[in-house]
């Protein structure tokens, strides 16, 4: 096969060879050689399908790093000692991209992973309504990886009352950062900024998410316990690595709770037994995407 057809397989189905075989070298020069290429194409096929489209006036002027920190600040206040709320603010508040006609090549040319570049191509694809990439391409909205979190247009469209898929993305940042990448200290027994159990990454993101809704909206414990059933009668997860049902009953949980980020982080937590957690973390770490200083891959919304 031939380079040309393995960068159409690229471009169609986001699926590579690893071995960079279609590409000649030695081994190191067939892999920058491939990823170099096939990253070019990508990016010059999303401006393809999208010539044409400007900036939405909606992002001119927008200043994310102030609304990134309006989103997640009470997730912080809530989840983290105050001798520690600084930092890991710091670390959120400049970790939202919006991808937009302006910053998608520069996106895709520099992302860490090939498959996480074709998701993102696809992500912008669907944002602005242009043809996505082939019949098998994800139609998220959002997506983190290590500690950036790419967001999609359509986050200025959503009409649903409980979605809110910036802090959805921003909730990953926390069992992909070190704390050592926040500046605080870390210990053996204290790597990550928050230990979240492996299987429960998704409904901890979808809880954190539909929490902020009813927190921002509900200006009391009563407001906010009927919000979380209106949560629960109406709307889901649509994501099979969540439970509908556990993510309703945490909703409700920290609803009725005086801190419901702590009744939200307590019911993802690792389980406790030596055996287990060593487990969860040894298939944490035989993940793809698993840099030395970051965890786990890449974090797709919806």
Same mark, same amino acid.
């Given at each position: 096969?031939?380079?040309?057809?393995?960068?159409?397989?690229?471009?169609?189905?986001?699926?590579?060879?690893?071995?960079?075989?279609?590409?000649?070298?030695?081994?190191?020069?067939?892999?920058?050689?491939?990823?170099?290429?096939?990253?070019?194409?990508?990016?010059?096929?999303?401006?393809?399908?999208?010539?044409?489209?400007?900036?939405?006036?909606? @992002?001119?002027? =927008?200043? $994310?790093? &102030?609304?990134?920190?309006?989103?997640?600040? /009470?997730?912080?206040? *809530? #989840?983290?000692?105050?001798?520690?709320?600084?930092?890991?603010?710091?670390?959120?508040?400049r970790s939202v991209v919006f991808l937009t006609?302006?910053?998608?090549?520069?996106?895709?040319?520099?992302?860490?992973?090939?498959?996480?570049?074709?998701?993102?191509?696809? @992500?912008?694809? =669907?944002? $602005?309504? &242009?043809?996505?990439?082939?019949?098998?391409? /994800?139609?998220?909205? *959002? #997506?983190?990886?290590?500690?950036?979190?790419?967001?999609?247009?359509?986050?200025?469209?959503?009409?649903?009352?409980?979605?809110?898929?910036?802090?959805?993305?921003?909730?990953?940042?926390?069992?992909?950062?070190?704390?050592?990448?926040?500046?605080?200290?870390?210990?053996?027994?204290?790597?990550?900024?928050?230990?979240?159990?492996?299987?429960?990454?998704?409904?901890?993101?979808?809880?954190?998410?539909?929490?902020?809704?009813?927190?921002e909206a509900g200006h009391n414990r009563q407001?906010?316990?009927?919000?979380?059933?209106?949560?629960?009668?109406?709307?889901?997860?649509?994501?099979?690595?969540?439970?509908?049902?556990?993510?309703?009953?945490?909703?409700?949980?920290?609803?009725?709770?005086?801190?419901?980020?702590k009744r939200i982080l307590a019911r993802c937590?690792?389980?406790?037994?030596?055996?287990?957690?060593?487990?969860?973390?040894?298939?944490?770490?035989?993940?793809?995407?698993?840099?030395?200083?970051?965890?786990?891959?890449?974090?797709?919304?919806?």
């Amino acid at each position: 096969m031939d380079n040309r057809s393995e960068i159409e397989r690229f471009l169609r189905t986001g699926d590579y060879d690893a071995h960079s075989g279609a590409w000649p070298g030695d081994i190191l020069e067939r892999e920058r050689r491939a990823h170099d290429e096939l990253r070019q194409a990508l990016a010059m096929e999303v401006q393809r399908r999208t010539e044409g489209i400007g900036v939405p006036e909606k @992002l001119q002027g =927008l200043d $994310v790093v &102030a609304l990134t920190r309006r989103k997640v600040e /009470p997730m912080v206040r *809530g #989840l983290f000692p105050s001798a520690e709320q600084d930092a890991v603010l710091a670390v959120l508040e400049r970790s939202v991209v919006f991808l937009t006609p302006a910053n998608i090549s520069q996106v895709l040319l520099k992302s860490s992973w090939l498959n996480t570049a074709w998701d993102l191509a696809n @992500l912008y694809l =669907l944002s $602005v309504g &242009a043809e996505l990439l082939g019949e098998d391409a /994800p139609r998220i909205l *959002g #997506l983190s990886e290590h500690t950036t979190c790419y967001v999609s247009l359509s986050y200025f469209d959503e009409e649903s009352p409980f979605a809110d898929f910036l802090v959805h993305e921003a909730a990953h940042v926390f069992h992909n950062c070190k704390r050592r990448t926040a500046g605080l200290p870390e210990t053996r027994r204290r790597e990550w900024l928050l230990d979240i159990d492996f299987r429960k990454r998704e409904t901890f993101a979808y809880a954190c998410e539909t929490y902020s809704r009813v927190l921002e909206a509900g200006h009391n414990r009563q407001a906010r316990m009927s919000l979380a059933e209106e949560y629960a009668a109406c709307a889901a997860p649509s994501d099979e690595r969540a439970s509908v049902r556990e993510v309703t009953e945490l909703v409700r949980e920290a609803a009725a709770a005086r801190n419901g980020w702590k009744r939200i982080l307590a019911r993802c937590a690792p389980p406790t037994s030596a055996g287990t957690r060593a487990s969860v973390t040894a298939a944490t770490a035989a993940r793809r995407h698993g840099p030395d200083d970051l965890g786990g891959p890449p974090s797709p919304t919806r």
